[in-house]
């Protein structure tokens, strides 16, 4: 009797504030873990569900590679750019990581030309656009992207050099953008794949580790 006593104490005192206290930094590093997992978005304009610290860490999960710091301010850049001009920045980053193969490129793109969508690039006499720096690659990229969803003047100066060439409100969809933005007819649906991949990574329940 007094043994069980003991283990009911034990577990009691020792066990079950491990539990929480492992629940509580679980809270802290993975915010969104446990929350429902909402649907993936059809349009491309809208709020995005993900918080920077999400988009950076799915996007080191799929790519080990990319510095855990600069995919954290990379991040920023999107949700920033993307809130300016009313696009969804789930939408855009996940079509950064289609683009670009989780920033690991090995197409005509380079990671000095700071484009992270492929505009422009169509062959090897035109491999793409470049930009001066990574928050104007990202800018470009939110612009042509509102190009395509609404026929609405830009909020910021424009540093597309492709825009003039969207019939603007053509796409208000992501599958609109397969056959558009890309030859390719199943770039909707890859698309929406990604973004299923980022909320699974971001809002599935994580179980404790102690």
């Known amino acids: 009797m007094k043994k069980n006593v003991s283990v009911f104490i034990t577990c009691v005192f020792i066990v079950i504030p491990c539990i929480s206290s492992c629940a509580s930094i679980q809270a802290v590093l993975y915010p969104d873990k446990g929350k429902r997992i909402p649907p993936v978005p059809e349009e491309i304009l809208g709020t995005g569900r993900t918080n920077h610290k999400a988009l950076a860490r799915f996007l080191c999960a799929e ?86 969803a609404v026929d609405a003047p830009l909020k910021q100066e424009l540093v597309d050099p492709r825009r003039r060439y969207v019939k603007q409100g053509s796409s208000p969809t992501i599958d609109g953008l397969a056959g558009t933005w890309a030859a390719d007819k199943e770039y909707g649906k890859k698309l929406k794949k990604i973004l299923a991949r980022l909320y699974e990574n971001s809002f599935a329940p994580s179980p404790i580790v102690s």
């Open 63 to 148: 790519n080990p590679l990319v510095d855990a710091d600069f995919a954290e301010n990379f991040a920023k850049l999107y949700i920033e750019e993307a809130k300016i001009e009313g696009v969804n920045h789930d939408v855009a980053f996940a079509q950064m990581c289609l683009e670009t193969g989780f920033l690991r490129y090995g197409g005509l793109v380079t990671p000095d030309m700071n484009n992270f969508c492929g505009l422009g690039s169509i062959g090897p006499a035109s491999p793409g656009e470049k930009f001066t720096s990574p928050r104007i690659g990202v800018r470009a990229q939110i612009q042509h992207l509102k190009s395509y």
